[in-house]
């Protein structure tokens, strides 16, 4: 099978599907496949080189995003073949797969916030469900990294249910005892201080950072000890985190750290008294399980996936909610045992996602769509 992959995210700083988009190209990397990726840039594939695992060829030739996504959402031109030559299936993994003269098409779908909170995404995701809407109408089949979020593109877009499948993705391993104890003595040498809460992902209003800031401004008069670290790019929005925590009477204990290579992202999880993610909507969440893979206790909301995704290793808020995140918060803190329990519970929870059986189900689904092409 010949598999062109469109792998813009890889280009830049690593983002949540960029690091998805790299680990689904290492495993597709498989006999009787030929993987190839493309960017939709007109860098071309240039800058994403280094990302690429070992035989996946890059298609070098410049695309220039915005022109040919306008075309795209009119309708099936220009073809994708005009770049990568004959292939028998391309593969979106960021809400856009392009047109094609004969070959089958598959896009994932992380979330519907484009469709759900159209303010809370830029003028370009905004642009998004139309041209979701085009992909579906011109044959396109669907993978989710969720159940939760396969029922809402069904019953949001109206989609067959046949043509959509839900594939969770994998999860990290477990850390030893021995590394989970490296690992977070230097994340508190990373932070500065000894105790602090975390919070990590791109900054961008779904998230909402604002939530947890005032969360911690009622937490930090009772514990002076405590501070928080905010971790991950800028996306967009940010100022309205920037004016949150400037506003903050403890805003000296509000750390932000920018964008973290992988090795101090991890010993930052480490480290943390609890793991926080507050966000409004979410299709997945790695973040959370690579928490439990560093052996710390998780707070999240009850929002979108994750209550599929987490199961019993987290304590919930309500999204949206500061006064429920202060209860949930203050319940890991204020109780050693269910903390231990959350991190007992994560252990167990992270053996539920595999990317070997991730990547199974996600040929299995390229298979279905090149022999309904036939």
Not at 90 to 101: A, E, L, M, R
Request: with cysteine.
């Amino acid at each position: 099978m010949r598999i062109a992959v469109d792998a813009t995210s890889l280009i830049g700083h690593r983002t949540g599907i960029g690091g998805v988009t790299r680990t689904y190209l290492h495993r597709l990397a498989r006999p009787n496949f030929e993987v190839s990726a493309f960017a939709v840039s007109r860098r071309g594939a240039g800058p994403m080189l280094d990302e690429l695992p070992e035989g996946v060829e890059a298609h070098r030739r410049p695309m220039v995003a915005r022109p040919l996504r306008a075309l795209w959402r009119r309708g099936p031109w220009p073809p994708i073949e005009w770049w990568t030559g004959d292939i028998d299936l391309v593969w979106g993994p960021n809400y856009v797969v392009p047109p094609t003269k004969n070959a089958a098409r598959v896009v994932m779908v992380h979330d519907l916030t484009a469709v759900h909170f159209p303010e809370m995404c830029t003028r370009d995701v905004q642009q998004m469900p139309s041209l979701l809407r085009r992909e579906i109408l011109d044959g396109a089949w669907i993978n989710t990294p969720s159940q939760a979020v396969a029922d809402d593109v069904v019953e949001t877009l109206q989609v067959d249910p046949h043509r959509v499948r839900a594939i969770h993705l994998g999860g990290p391993e477990r850390l030893s005892s021995a590394t989970r104890s490296e690992r977070a003595a230097r994340g508190r040498l990373f932070a500065g201080v000894d105790e602090y809460l975390l919070s990590l992902g791109t900054i961008e209003p779904r998230k909402d950072i604002p939530s947890l800031v005032r969360a911690f401004n009622v937490i930090a008069p009772r514990r002076p000890n405590l501070h928080l670290v905010v971790a991950g790019p800028d996306g967009w929005g940010v100022d309205a985190v920037s004016d949150v925590i400037g506003a903050s009477p403890y805003r000296s204990r509000i750390r932000r750290t920018g964008w973290l290579t992988d090795a101090d992202r991890d010993d930052l999880l480490a480290g943390t008294q609890a793991f926080v993610y507050p966000s409004l909507l979410e299709g997945f969440g790695i973040p959370p399980l690579e928490a439990m893979a560093a052996g710390v206790p998780v707070i999240a909301t009850r929002t979108g996936s994750l209550p599929e995704v987490l199961g019993a290793a987290a304590e919930w808020a309500e999204p949206g909610d500061v006064d429920t995140l202060v209860i949930a918060i203050e319940t890991v803190l204020d109780d050693q045992a269910i903390a231990r329990s959350l991190v007992t519970a994560g252990d167990e929870r992270l053996t539920h996602f595999s990317w070997d059986r991730s990547t199974d189900e996600l040929v299995a689904l390229f298979e279905l769509a090149c022999a309904a092409r036939a």
